[in-house]
T-cell receptor, first 113, second 115 residues
Framework: GAGVSQSPRYKVAKRGQDVALRCDPISGHVSLFWYQQALGQGPEFLTYFQNEAQLDKSGLPSDRFFAERPEGSVSTLKIQRTQQEDSAVYLC???????????FGQGTRLTVV | GENVEQHPSTLSVQEGDSAVIKCTYSDSASNYFPWYKQELGKRPQLIIDIRSNVGEKKDQRIAVTLNKTAKHFSLHITETQPEDSAVYFCAAVNPSNTGFQKLVFGTGTRLLVSP
């Protein structure tokens, strides 16, 4: 596609509900990143994939967060038993290769009520 | 790990004035410093970047300077226009042994350019 696509754009979840956020990276991009952006803050790293391999998940805040990229293209970030503190914009970014520009999606705004 | 500090948090200027945003980083191994512009509700977009082997880079009205010794870098926007109004984020990259770019962002500067 023309850019990184994320869905849904907005998600309202009741506390305790599970959610799944989708990222379609730019076709052919090897690397895929997930970031969490709280209101008024900069994006914070969650996890990174190179193709289908999850090479770094050090930023995931708890074991309620899980990410996958089974075929090395589309990725899903799943949050189980959502809490209010999970409310944020979740950004996905992809890069063609190492040390190249990161292109961001428009993000999914998650609101937990 | 890397820590990036950014200031000011807000910056108001008149159209035509210059704007300067400053960032410091903690890890001397960081070697790539991009700047992103994020308009309200939109995705961050790269506007300029600099690598550690260069001290300054310019692209039309935008320039970035890097002082490796002091571990700080700055964004300079000249002849500001109302469409420059947005939140600007600096970032630093310390490549892991896999070579991938783990971006560590500053907290952002909200720039408001008044006509």
């Amino acid at each position: 596609g023309a850019g990184v696509s994320q869905s849904p754009r907005y998600k309202v979840a009741k506390r305790g509900q599970d959610v799944a956020l989708r990222c379609d990276p730019i076709s052919g991009h090897v690397s895929l990143f997930w970031y969490q952006q709280a209101l008024g803050q900069g994006p914070e790293f969650l996890t990174y994939f190179q193709n289908e391999a999850q090479l770094d998940k050090s930023g995931l805040p708890s074991d309620r967060f899980f990410a996958e990229r089974p075929e090395g293209s589309v990725s899903t970030l799943k949050i189980q038993r959502t809490q209010q503190e999970d409310s944020a914009v979740y950004l996905c970014a992809s890069t063609l290769d190492r040390n190249t520009e990161a292109f961001f999606g428009q993000g999914t705004r998650l609101t937990v009520v | 790990g890397e820590n990036v500090e950014q200031h000011p948090s807000t910056l108001s200027v008149q159209e035509g004035d210059s704007a300067v945003i400053k960032c410091t980083y903690s890890d001397s191994a960081s070697n790539y410093f991009p700047w992103y512009k994020q308009e309200l509700g939109k995705r961050p977009q790269l506007i300029i970047d600099i690598r550690s082997n260069v001290g300054e880079k310019k692209d039309q009205r935008i320039a970035v300077t890097l002082n490796k010794t002091a571990k700080h870098f700055s964004l300079h926007i000249t002849e500001t226009q109302p469409e420059d109004s947005a939140v600007y984020f600096c970032a630093a990259v310390n490549p892991s042994n896999t070579g991938f770019q783990k971006l560590v962002f500053g907290t952002g500067t909200r720039l408001l350019v008044s006509p």
